[in-house]
């Protein structure tokens, strides 16, 4: 077992060593909530967890200051030794603020860990004391309690190590094997601080979400070559087994657990109402299904929904036989491409437009549920590869509307699609920088029609894939507009894409249904009807200076051009 579950005798020279762990924009951060379970279960060591903000896609809201003053007030008090935070690529002038304010406000030593710092070590070490490069729970308990023993901990696999100008760069240790050796994430805890929306509260709201989350495995067995599993798996091929799954029986006594702390909190008895496994390709292997359907229906009995590869192997008469008793409500998976092509020589995908529509249609005979998701704004697409793409959505189960996660293709640094990107002259190296990545992630991950776009007959397309996936066309004009060559099909195709500019603009994700308008509207009315002046002025002020607080973290200017998974 990974916690720490015998009583060690008490050292000499132990104290008590104080850790404020940091999740970022996700309070389901399942790497944070799992080392706080283990180290709240290590003799003298306090642990505090601060959750600092959360997000929904395209509405990214960048700290305020007050919020900033709330966390600068939290370390202050809290006097850690130790701060953990656990970032994505997107977070990094995020974290240099905070990683900043803890320095001046403790002497706390700093350890970076999560994505950014496992695919970019040469520039995080620059601004922590340490980085965790790839599963934290071995390399994290074993520095906290060295830290709280007094002992050296220059030596400890995957932690560079920063002291002064000389930089320890330790080797990398054996993946987690048996994952229900891990503890269960933490919720519900007193010691946890939330910070979001200029309030500060204790209440976990991952508790109060309808879904009960569950991580059943780690590692894909895919290599998408978009996905951090494309980078991270060769990086750790020497370390074991990539792709690992917990046992049914550890997963369903996570769910109870989790259930309990419903019972015992204000919430209704029934108020988690459906299961959400967050894995890559959920039940991949068939003996595991055939243990979980055996026992998942009497002992839990939930619907549930997950994602998976529309392949054979994995989606066929035995996998669904299986998902369908055991409760399977909704399955997801990703299309990505209309283009055969495309997915299997760029994406590195092993699946066919065929059978994708075959498994759709399996899927849908037996009254599961169906979700996809789309890739768009992919420069290797061509006029035929989306026209393909918009046959391919009329083959699936109708209607297809609102069933879809539309994203716009991002450019991470170092992924192998990133680079091949760059080698094909599709884009250009600074394109795959902080920068641009933070402003595109932040508000540009979901894709949304926009006049910004370069009007020409590929991004039309786009928008009519974006008009039928969202529901405000029909099939009769779409075929009409893109597969007839006449004057009044172009007049047509023209009319829908000018019809996606406006949806678009107003009820896109992260559209001005959501966005500092109807914001500014709604603290309007509120304000006005208690007729305070002073505190509507004072919150548009506020709303302003956010904006401008983005534009700064982000590097977009109106003089320049407009600028993922995790191993724990």
């Known amino acids: 077992m990974i916690s720490e579950t015998k009583i060690e005798p008490e050292a000499q020279n132990r104290k008590t060593l104080t850790v404020v762990l940091v999740a970022l924009y996700r309070y389901q951060n399942f790497a944070i909530r799992i080392l706080h379970s283990i180290l709240e279960n290590i003799k003298g060591v306090k642990t505090h967890t601060i959750f600092f903000k959360h997000v929904d896609t395209n509405t ?207 919430l209704p008895n029934d108020w988690k109402n459906k299961v959400l496994f967050i894995d890559e390709v959920f039940g991949k292997n ?94 290797y697409d061509t006029e035929e590869s989306l026209k393909g793409a918009i046959k391919l959505l009329y083959q699936l189960p109708q209607p297809v509307s609102n069933k879809f996660n539309l994203f716009r293709l991002q450019w991470f640094p170092g992924y192998p699609l990133t680079n091949k990107a760059i080698e094909d002259g599709h884009i250009k190296e600074e394109d795959a920088s902080i920068e641009k990545l933070i402003k595109r992630t932040s508000n540009d991950w979901a894709y949304v029609p926009t006049l910004e776009m370069i009007q020409n007959k590929k991004t039309k397309l786009t928008n009519v894939i974006w008009l039928i996936v969202w529901g405000h066309t029909n099939e009769n004009i779409v075929k009409y507009s893109v597969f007839s060559d006449s004057i009044g099909s172009k007049l047509c195709l023209q009319y829908l894409n000018y019809k996606a500019l406006m949806f678009g603009k107003v009820v896109g994700v992260g559209g001005l249904q959501s966005q500092y308008l109807v914001q500014l509207g709604i603290e309007f009315l509120r304000y006005l009807s208690k007729g305070d002046v002073k505190g509507l002025t004072q919150k548009i002020i506020e709303l302003l200076k956010r904006r401008k607080i983005f534009k700064q973290h982000s590097g977009f200017h109106k003089s320049q051009p407009p600028l993922q998974n995790v191993l724990p």
């Not at 809201?61 to 709330?70: A, C, G, L, N």
């Not at 050796?181 to 933490?186: E, L, Q, T």
Request: hydrophobic residues 35%.
């Open 60 to 266: 990214f809201d960048p700290p305020s200051e007050k919020e900033m003053e709330m966390f600068t007030e939290t370390i202050s008090e809290l006097k850690p030794d130790l701060v953990g935070i656990s970032m994505f690529s997107l977070h990094v002038p995020i974290v240099k603020e905070l990683n900043q304010i803890v320095r001046n406000n403790s002497s706390a030593k700093i350890i970076w860990g999560g994505v950014h710092p496992t695919i970019d070590p040469e520039e995080c070490i620059k601004e922590a004391d340490m980085i965790c490069i790839g599963e934290g729970e071995g390399a994290v308990t074993d520095l906290v309690k060295r830290m709280r023993d007094g002992k050296n901990f220059d030596d400890i696999e995957n932690l560079w190590i920063r002291n002064g100008e000389c930089i320890t760069k330790n080797g990398s240790r054996q993946l987690i094997d048996d994952l229900d050796s891990i503890p269960f994430p933490s919720y519900a805890k007193d010691s946890f601080i939330f910070i979001n929306k200029d309030s500060l509260d204790t209440i976990d709201l991952a508790v109060r979400d309808k879904f009960l989350w569950i991580q059943g495995s780690r590692g894909c067995p895919f290599v998408c070559t978009y996905c951090i599993n494309s980078y991270t798996q060769p990086l750790f091929k020497k370390n074991g087994k990539y792709s690992r799954m917990r046992s049914p029986g550890n997963i369903i006594e996570e769910i109870k657990e989790q259930l309990k702390i419903v019972e015992n909190s204000d």
């Open 286 to 379: 068939l003996e595991w299904l055939k243990e979980f359907e055996s026992s998942y229906p009497k002992e839990v009995g939930m619907p549930y929904y997950f994602e998976t590869l529309p392949h054979q192997n994995l989606v066929n008469k035995n996998s669904l036989d299986l998902w369908e008793r055991s409760g399977a409500e909704t399955i997801n998976f990703g299309i990505q491409t209309g283009s055969d092509h495309i997915r299997k020589n760029i994406f590195k995908r092993p699946t066919v437009n065929k059978d994708i529509v075959k498994i759709a249609n399996d899927i849908a005979d037996r009254g599961i549920g169906l979700r996809y998701d789309l890739i768009a704004d992919n420069p």
